[in-house]
């Protein structure tokens, strides 16, 4: 395989080995040098998949030093992988400083589709993914979650972070505290590994049931909040879904939603959004 001359971004397995793209392995086999976050918890994937190609370390304590050496390589006409210990490199990943100054010097950089854990979790959460925002890790610090969080409470769209083991705790309790505890949000846990997990409700709920089972407190979590909704949205379940579900069983759930807007007064947009959300 004859690659161009750039630096490649290649997504890597979450944990499932056998989501790896067939057009990654061959990227990985053929580019000249693959610049891994972590050389020793890459060197695994690589091995394992048989791939030989030499390894250079980039992470966030050498990435801008890095870069410029990298540059050197392209303009060697070596061509150059980019990969994260998990996922697409760049998302709460290092790569951003390396990305900008390639392209900045002229050299094409070629992304690859593959594994994200956010989008991941999000398309298996039952919450809305028209419009969604993530943040990446919250603040390790107490103030600074809450801040965050209060900064975003009124944030409309699904909110999507990640979180270490030893903090979810805290961040829930965070959560609950900033956006209240009839916030609905689901916890995706060790997403496409053995011991996956989801668990959904009021975040309440979702914090009693994580302090009460230590094995929720394990693994990789993706956290997701349901996003703002102003008191007339949050009404719409019990006051008119019976009958949005009567008009979609019959209609396209937009005219559904515009025939129930009419009849209760409400926003056929809001109708509509709320029908995506239920399933129908």
């Not at 009958?243 to 396209?252: F, I, R, S, V, W």
Request: proline share 5%.
């Amino acid at each position: 395989m004859d690659l161009a001359v750039a630096l490649y971004i290649v997504p890597t397995p979450i944990g499932n080995l056998a989501d790896i793209s067939s057009r990654a392995i061959e990227v990985l086999n053929n580019v000249s040098l693959i610049a891994c976050e972590d050389t020793r918890h890459s060197g695994k994937l690589l091995s394992h998949f048989g791939i030989e190609t030499r390894k250079t370390a980039l992470h966030d304590h050498n990435e801008r030093d890095r870069a410029d050496w990298i540059i050197q390589k392209l303009s060697n006409g070596e061509s150059v992988a980019l990969i994260s210990d998990a996922g697409t490199p760049l998302i709460s990943d290092p790569g951003y400083h390396l990305v900008s100054a390639v392209r900045s010097a002229g050299y094409p950089v070629s992304p690859l589709p593959g594994p994200c854990a956010a989008i991941t979790a999000l398309s298996a959460s039952g919450l809305p993914s028209d419009r969604f925002s993530f943040e990446g890790f919250l603040p390790s610090k107490e103030k600074g979650r809450l801040d965050k969080l209060t900064d975003l409470k009124e944030d409309p769209r699904t909110l999507i972070f990640y979180e270490s083991p030893h903090r979810i705790v805290h961040s829930l309790e965070s959560i609950l505290t900033a956006l209240g505890g009839d916030r609905q949000i689901v916890m995706a846990r060790e997403v496409t590994k053995t011991f996956e997990t989801f668990l959904s409700g009021p975040v309440s709920e979702v914090l009693e049931t994580v302090k009460s089972d230590p094995n929720q407190q394990r693994g990789e979590i993706v956290l997701m909040c349901h996003g703002y909704r102003t008191a007339q949205e949050s009404e719409i379940a019990s006051e008119v879904v019976n009958t949005l579900k009567l008009l979609a069983d019959e209609l396209p759930l937009k005219k559904a939603a515009a025939i129930a807007g009419q009849i209760y007064g409400l926003k056929k947009n809001a109708l509509y959004k709320h029908g995506l959300e239920i399933g129908l």
